[in-house]
């Protein structure tokens, strides 16, 4: 079992930052991909970047492409989201999720994590 928990979240201007952190405890957080996700009300939770396990590979979704940032830190079994020049429309609870395959790379598909944490609320003002 994996217990994941965010934190970072907060309100923000536009053209502000934020940084999400995900602390992983239990099973060893390190050989896992992982992801971050977010979902607005009334909308489904979406896909916005992950890791692989050893954090040598990332994929980014195309709406925060050059100013967002996944990293993790294996030795501290953490994980981070760098937000940069934030918009309106990145307003969302952002989710950390672990993958359930030893060594696995990260995946843009909701369905392919087992594990996932409480949420942290981003808001960004106009």
């Known amino acids: 079992q994996v217990q994941l928990v965010e934190s970072g979240g907060g309100l923000v201007q536009a053209g502000g930052s934020l940084r999400l952190s995900c602390a992983g405890s239990g099973r060893i957080f390190s050989f896992y991909g992982m992801g971050w996700f977010r979902q607005a009300p009334g909308k489904e939770r979406e896909f916005v970047a992950a890791?692989?396990?050893?954090?040598?590979?990332?994929l980014v979704a195309d709406s925060v492409k050059g100013r967002f940032t996944i990293s993790r830190d294996n030795s501290k079994n953490t994980a981070s989201l760098q937000m940069n020049t934030l918009k309106p429309e990145d307003t969302a609870v952002y989710y950390c999720?672990?993958?359930?395959?030893?060594?696995?790379?990260?995946?843009?598909?909701?369905?392919?994590?087992?594990?996932w944490g409480q949420g942290t609320q981003v808001t960004v003002s106009s």
């Open positions: 999720a672990v993958r359930g395959d030893l060594y696995s790379s990260g995946s843009s598909h909701v369905n392919e994590y087992a594990y």
């Open positions: 890791i692989n396990w050893s954090g040598g590979s990332t």
